[in-house]
Protein backbone atom coordinates (compact mmCIF):
# COMPACT_ATOMS: atom_id res chain seq x y z
CA UNK A 1 0.00 0.00 0.00
CA UNK A 2 1.66 2.86 -1.31
CA UNK A 3 1.32 6.30 0.86
CA UNK A 4 -0.21 9.33 -0.67
CA UNK A 5 1.84 12.16 -1.01
CA UNK A 6 0.94 14.97 1.65
CA UNK A 7 0.34 18.33 0.60
CA UNK A 8 0.99 20.83 2.48
CA UNK A 9 -1.41 23.09 4.28
CA UNK A 10 -3.58 25.63 2.48
CA UNK A 11 -1.70 29.27 3.27
CA UNK A 12 -3.16 31.33 6.18
CA UNK A 13 -4.87 34.54 4.76
CA UNK A 14 -4.41 36.26 8.33
CA UNK A 15 -0.40 36.25 8.10
CA UNK A 16 -0.36 38.24 5.35
CA UNK A 17 -0.46 41.44 6.95
CA UNK A 18 1.96 39.87 9.46
CA UNK A 19 4.48 39.30 5.91
CA UNK A 20 3.67 42.84 4.58
CA UNK A 21 4.56 44.72 7.53
CA UNK A 22 7.93 42.90 7.83
CA UNK A 23 8.51 43.23 3.99
CA UNK A 24 7.24 47.22 4.33
CA UNK A 25 9.76 47.49 7.37
CA UNK A 26 12.67 46.26 4.92
CA UNK A 27 11.41 48.44 2.44
CA UNK A 28 11.51 51.46 4.37
CA UNK A 29 15.39 50.13 5.85
CA UNK A 30 16.61 50.04 2.16
CA UNK A 31 15.00 53.20 1.05
CA UNK A 32 16.66 55.23 3.70
CA UNK A 33 20.16 53.12 2.93
CA UNK A 34 19.56 54.56 -1.12
CA UNK A 35 18.87 57.73 -0.08
CA UNK A 36 21.20 58.36 2.13
CA UNK A 37 23.79 57.35 -0.07
CA UNK A 38 22.06 59.13 -3.53
CA UNK A 39 21.59 62.53 -1.47
CA UNK A 40 24.67 61.98 0.98
CA UNK A 41 22.96 62.86 4.12
CA UNK A 42 21.90 61.26 6.86
CA UNK A 43 18.27 59.75 7.98
CA UNK A 44 18.71 62.25 11.17
CA UNK A 45 21.02 65.15 10.67
CA UNK A 46 21.58 65.99 14.28
CA UNK A 47 24.70 64.29 15.92
CA UNK A 48 23.21 64.47 19.61
CA UNK A 49 19.73 62.56 18.98
CA UNK A 50 21.70 59.08 19.20
CA UNK A 51 21.33 56.06 17.13
CA UNK A 52 17.96 55.10 18.69
CA UNK A 53 15.53 58.17 17.41
CA UNK A 54 15.82 57.04 13.66
CA UNK A 55 15.02 53.32 14.37
CA UNK A 56 12.10 54.58 16.82
CA UNK A 57 10.81 56.18 14.10
CA UNK A 58 10.75 53.55 11.64
CA UNK A 59 9.17 51.40 14.54
CA UNK A 60 6.69 53.79 15.15
CA UNK A 61 5.44 53.52 11.12
CA UNK A 62 5.54 49.70 10.47
CA UNK A 63 2.88 49.67 14.00
CA UNK A 64 1.03 52.24 11.95
CA UNK A 65 1.07 50.57 8.39
CA UNK A 66 0.49 47.03 10.47
CA UNK A 67 -2.51 48.35 11.91
CA UNK A 68 -3.89 49.67 8.75
CA UNK A 69 -2.98 46.24 6.75
CA UNK A 70 -5.28 44.60 9.52
CA UNK A 71 -7.98 46.86 8.82
CA UNK A 72 -7.61 46.88 4.77
CA UNK A 73 -9.48 43.30 3.86
CA UNK A 74 -12.79 44.57 4.66
CA UNK A 75 -12.77 47.30 2.58
CA UNK A 76 -14.32 47.69 -0.81
CA UNK A 77 -11.96 49.90 -2.22
CA UNK A 78 -8.30 50.71 -1.08
CA UNK A 79 -7.95 55.06 -1.56
CA UNK A 80 -9.24 55.70 1.71
CA UNK A 81 -7.16 53.08 3.67
CA UNK A 82 -4.23 54.15 1.54
CA UNK A 83 -4.21 58.07 1.84
CA UNK A 84 -5.15 57.57 6.13
CA UNK A 85 -2.13 54.70 6.45
CA UNK A 86 0.10 57.34 4.44
CA UNK A 87 -0.55 60.64 6.54
CA UNK A 88 -0.66 58.65 9.58
CA UNK A 89 2.85 57.63 9.24
CA UNK A 90 3.76 60.67 8.29
CA UNK A 91 2.59 62.19 11.65
CA UNK A 92 3.93 58.95 14.11
CA UNK A 93 7.44 59.79 12.61
CA UNK A 94 7.36 63.26 12.73
CA UNK A 95 5.87 63.00 15.99
CA UNK A 96 8.22 60.53 17.07
CA UNK A 97 11.49 61.96 16.22
CA UNK A 98 10.19 65.19 17.71
CA UNK A 99 9.23 63.63 21.03
CA UNK A 100 12.10 61.86 20.70
CA UNK A 101 14.74 64.34 20.14
CA UNK A 102 12.82 67.08 22.81
CA UNK A 103 13.53 64.78 25.49
CA UNK A 104 17.50 64.07 24.56
CA UNK A 105 18.02 67.97 24.05
CA UNK A 106 15.11 68.23 27.35
CA UNK A 107 14.36 71.60 25.41
CA UNK A 108 10.40 72.01 24.83
CA UNK A 109 11.36 74.16 21.36
CA UNK A 110 12.46 71.09 19.67
CA UNK A 111 9.29 69.58 19.08
CA UNK A 112 8.50 72.32 16.45
CA UNK A 113 12.09 72.80 15.46
CA UNK A 114 12.55 68.96 14.81
CA UNK A 115 9.00 68.76 12.75
CA UNK A 116 9.86 71.97 10.86
CA UNK A 117 13.36 70.30 10.08
CA UNK A 118 12.05 67.05 8.56
CA UNK A 119 8.70 67.51 7.19
CA UNK A 120 10.09 67.74 3.94
CA UNK A 121 12.53 64.85 4.45
CA UNK A 122 12.75 62.37 1.95
CA UNK A 123 13.04 59.92 4.38
CA UNK A 124 10.08 60.34 6.04
CA UNK A 125 7.80 61.07 3.10
CA UNK A 126 9.32 58.06 1.21
CA UNK A 127 8.53 55.89 4.51
CA UNK A 128 5.20 57.34 4.25
CA UNK A 129 4.38 56.83 0.59
CA UNK A 130 5.90 53.46 1.14
CA UNK A 131 2.87 52.62 3.92
CA UNK A 132 0.28 53.16 1.22
CA UNK A 133 1.90 51.16 -1.44
CA UNK A 134 1.83 48.35 1.26
CA UNK A 135 -1.76 49.09 1.73
CA UNK A 136 -3.42 48.69 -1.41
CA UNK A 137 -1.07 45.89 -2.43
CA UNK A 138 -2.49 43.81 0.41
CA UNK A 139 -5.97 45.11 -0.22
CA UNK A 140 -5.37 43.72 -4.08
CA UNK A 141 -4.09 40.33 -2.88
CA UNK A 142 -6.78 39.40 -0.97
CA UNK A 143 -9.13 40.16 -3.71
CA UNK A 144 -7.20 37.80 -6.06
CA UNK A 145 -7.68 34.97 -3.31
Do not use: C, H
Not at 25 to 31: D, G, N, Q, R, Y
Not at 52 to 62: C, I, K, Q, R
Amino acid sequence: MADEPQLPPPPDPRMLPVLAAVTYAAAVIALFGFVSLALNVDAIAQRDAGPLLGPAMVLGAVVVTFVALLRVRARSAPTVAALVAAASVYVVMLAIGAFGYALIRADVSWLVLFVGAYALSPFVIGAALLSGVSVVAVWAATRKA
